[in-house]
């Protein structure tokens, strides 16, 4: 009859002859409708307890519960318990999920992918979606992918997230009936299509840097009161300048520290402190074999909760927050949301303006940041005077001698090499270079491979395009130092498009090896430009597509220009800017304190170059 309060007062009275799950059931449904939620899963519970034929039912109730309330330890508790049945069970397989990615604690929800793929609540689906982003090698992965697909073909979103396994194993066949309806879409005058789509993945297939801004998926919207209240709010400047710096590539064989551990080391002790808010998963820490208090002090975050994030760099009242990750995987970009500090600054790990996410700058140079890129970004740009990106001289193998017969080439023909990601192949790449191969027939094409089935779908792209089979050769990844050295069997790299080579061009010339590239159209598709520059390879850059194809075929009818390039890589190594760790950390020590003064003054932050230093006439130091 709706008399809930005097229904209470008499399951009060029967509560304490009766204590069975019935009543306690009744109990819960009482509080509920009283608006006690809180105390309503707190008698599912006891419900659950009584270990009745409804008993599982009063646990998924009193966890629903919980979690609503925000409750998560009490919500999780019981969905452990009952852990072997959520993962036949979406409800609770999504109070897991929501919880332990909110802790970055991936690894135990896993197994959970499968059922939540497979429900119908979309909820369910989008929570599925988030656990995609690891590995996508994994076969689990691309499963979860298919199925979301399927059961919601209209839904863009879906689409996009399988394009991305197609992309990442070369399915060109089938990636382009799905590419297709979204290039017609943004033909027809829909961009807004493009907000379904993911903005690490968009950018391996669009260099339209207009369209780049629309890719929403997982990008909080940006809050313009919130931003304006950080950079108001009272800080305690001190003599030095802190520094922190949040990844989880904080281990030395990952690539970011191939290009910055240096740089780390040599920071100015005496005018800056470095702290590393660090994320790395215990897994990739076992394998790092270097003293990490070089680089600063490091500080664990990986398991505390995004939301704590912030009381943990308060405590070290830093001043510069320097984000290294964007929209790439294991990101935990969208804690600079909150106000972590004064100036928010991103740097090196995504190629792009970082969409909803409150940084004042954007590190880059004049080629991947020129002033016509400047209306896409909600950042102002900090332009570095050579290149964005740092390298490492001084743990980086020197390259030793090879021969071609180790790799299985052949010794009289001209080899082009790519050992690029294979996602960043695109349909289009493969019919440039296939033109290539053809007005250069002494001459072969050198690919690095992830999987028999990449190769099998790059085979198979290249025999459509009439390449005969001979001229492609493959091979696999291999240990570091044996990739560094192997770089010199080739004649020269040939860059992909929209995304070029980042760290993979950079070790190429650091290799020897020198890289053919073309003018790009978003900072992704400029980024060998840079580096070319900063080695003093400018001519290698084509100014089109049509520019690229014909120096690459100029260059294989002219072995003495290579070997006069290989011969400029091996004199610069040592005293261009592209290696120059020392050059390029004062010069980021300039960044900083241009950007720390502004915000000490209270003026808003601004598009900055920062002035170079006197070119070197000695090599600079190499350790």
Same mark, same amino acid.
């Given at each position: 009859?709706?008399? %809930? ?40 519970? +006891? ?111 879906? #689409?996009?997230? %399988? ?37 690490? %993945? ?178 102002? /740009? ?21 021969? #071609? ?25 493969? *019919? ?35 390449? !005969? ?10 240990? %570091? ?56 390879? !400018?001519? +290698? ?25 290989? *011969?400029? +890589? ?13 050059? /390029? ?39």
């Amino acid at each position: 009859m709706g008399r %809930y309060t005097k229904s209470l007062a008499t399951l009060n009275q029967l509560i304490d002859v009766q204590k069975d799950a019935k009543t306690y059931a009744l109990l819960a449904k009482n509080l509920l409708q009283l608006g006690f939620k809180s105390d309503a899963a707190k008698s599912y519970s +006891l419900a659950a307890k009584s270990e009745g034929p409804n008993s599982y039912e009063y646990h998924k109730l009193a966890a629903r519960l919980h979690f609503e309330c925000g409750e998560e330890d009490e919500a999780l508790v019981i969905c452990m318990r009952n852990f072997e049945k959520a993962q036949r069970d979406p409800d609770l397989a999504f109070i897991l999920v929501s919880v332990f990615l909110g802790r970055q604690q991936r690894d135990l929800i896993q197994p959970l992918k499968n059922v939540l793929s497979e429900s119908s609540n979309r909820e369910h689906l989008a929570a599925a979606a988030k656990l995609v982003s690891n590995d996508l090698s994994d076969a689990s992965n691309e499963l979860l992918a298919r199925n979301i697909f399927k059961r919601f073909p209209k839904d863009y979103s879906a #689409r996009f997230l %399988y394009l991305i396994f197609l992309r990442e194993f070369n399915d060109y066949e089938e990636a382009q009936k799905h590419q297709k309806v979204v290039d017609d879409l943004v033909a027809g005058g829909r961009p807004e299509v493009l907000q379904k789509d993911h903005p690490f %993945y968009h950018l391996h297939w669009c260099g339209n840097e207009d369209h780049n801004r629309y890719p929403t998926v997982g990008v909080p919207k940006l809050d313009p009161e919130k931003i304006a209240l950080r950079r108001g709010l009272p800080h305690a400047w001190a003599g030095k300048i802190r520094v922190g710096y949040m990844s989880s590539d904080f281990w030395d064989n990952h690539a970011t520290m191939k290009l910055m551990q240096r740089v780390l080391e040599l920071h100015d002790r005496d005018k800056f402190e470095i702290v590393l808010f660090d994320h790395s998963g215990p897994l990739a820490l076992q394998t790092n074999k270097t003293d990490r208090s070089k680089w600063g002090t490091v500080v664990d975050i990986h398991s505390i909760a995004d939301k704590d994030v912030l009381q943990v760099v308060r405590d070290h009242n830093i001043d510069i927050m320097v984000d290294l990750k964007g929209h790439t995987a294991d990101s935990r970009a969208h804690t600079f949301n909150m106000p972590l500090a004064p100036v928010h600054v991103a740097w090196l790990g995504f190629p792009g303006s970082t969409l909803g996410i409150d940084l004042d700058y954007v590190i880059g140079d004049h080629f991947v940041l020129p002033d016509v890129a400047k209306p896409f970004y909600h950042e102002k /740009f900090c332009r570095m005077p050579e290149s964005y990106q740092p390298n490492d001289p001084a743990n980086r193998p020197q390259p030793r001698p090879v021969t #071609r017969d180790q790799f299985g080439l052949p010794e009289d023909a001209f080899v082009f090499a790519s050992f690029n990601g294979n996602r960043k192949i695109t349909p289009e790449a493969i *019919a440039s270079w296939a033109r290539i191969l053809k007005r250069a027939p002494n001459s072969v094409l050198w690919l690095m491979t992830t999987s028999p089935r990449n190769e099998g779908n790059l085979r198979k792209a290249f025999q459509a395009e009439s390449v !005969p089979t001979d001229r492609i050769v493959f091979c696999k990844r291999s240990a %570091y130092e044996e990739h560094i050295s192997r770089l010199q069997a080739a004649d020269i790299g040939i860059d992909t498009f929209p995304v070029n080579g980042h760290t993979t061009t950079s070790e190429q010339l650091w290799g020897g090896l020198p890289v053919l590239t073309m003018k790009g159209t978003n900072f992704a598709s400029r980024v060998s430009e840079s580096l070319l520059n900063a080695i003093g390879l !400018p001519e +290698l850059v084509g100014a089109d597509l049509q520019g690229y194809e014909d120096l690459a075929v100029e260059l294989a009818a002219q072995p003495e220009k290579i070997a006069g390039y290989k *011969a400029h +890589l091996a004199e610069q190594r040592y005293i261009a800017p592209l290696f120059d760790a020392e050059r /390029f950390c004062r010069h980021l020590e300039q960044a900083y304190e241009t950007m720390a003064e502004r915000a000490k003054q209270g003026e808003a932050p601004d598009h900055f170059d920062v002035p170079a230093l006197p070119a070197r006439t000695e090599p600079f130091p190499s350790a």
